[in-house]
């Protein structure tokens, strides 16, 4: 006999959000999210919403909301924070740019970087319009070549030429 208990046949409703209600999180709440004390990132992280660092992260981090780097937490990278970073008594935070709107860095906590302060605005990056493939072609017209033993005005004007050089062999 099995101690399993019968899997479910009937899915779980999911209720929708009221349609004029989407935002980052469900039912018009923002979204949160928390790397805890035994949580590691390596590389980047976006996130529309908020973020809590209690971990270590070596990368890039962006949110829409506040970043909080608390407890022990450690970032070494750089922080865009849309709207506020705080740096809580023993967290760290060794940033190569740091941008945010508001920034808190309470007592005993570590912190380097450069910072830039001011409301975050949305860059969207522009593709370069193609080059029309007219205008990258470039006619190519050749020349006749001279016959062998005649000097044409072209050898002339050579930098050999102008430099004295002659086509005679020594001793001749």
């Known amino acids: 006999m099995s101690s399993r208990r019968p899997a479910s046949k009937v899915a779980t409703p999911v ?6 209600k989407f935002e980052n999180g469900t039912n018009g709440q923002r979204n949160s999210v928390v ?9 980047q992280l976006y ?3 908020d973020l809590r660092v209690s971990g270590t992260v070596d990368g890039t981090l962006e949110a829409t909301g506040d970043i909080e780097i608390a407890g022990s ?18 967290a760290s935070l060794i940033g190569s740019d740091v941008r945010v709107a508001r920034l808190t860095v309470q007592d005993g906590a570590t ?3 450069r910072v830039s302060m001011g409301k975050h605005q949305a860059t969207v990056p522009v593709e370069p319009e193609p080059a029309s493939v007219e205008s990258a072609i470039e006619p190519v017209v050749e020349q006749p070549a001279a016959a062998p ?21 020594k001793g001749r």
């Open 149 to 169: 033993g005649k000097t044409t005005a072209e050898d002339l004007n050579t930098p050999r030429a102008s430099a004295g050089w002659s086509k005679r062999r």
């Open 111 to 113: 912190f380097t970087g």
């Open 47 to 49: 996130i529309e919403g």
């Open 15 to 20: 209720p929708a959000p009221p349609e004029d």
């Open 35 to 43: 790397l805890g004390p035994r949580d590691r990132l390596v590389g």
């Open 73 to 90: 937490g450690k970032v070494s990278g750089a922080v865009t924070a849309y709207n506020r970073l705080v740096v809580g008594s023993d």
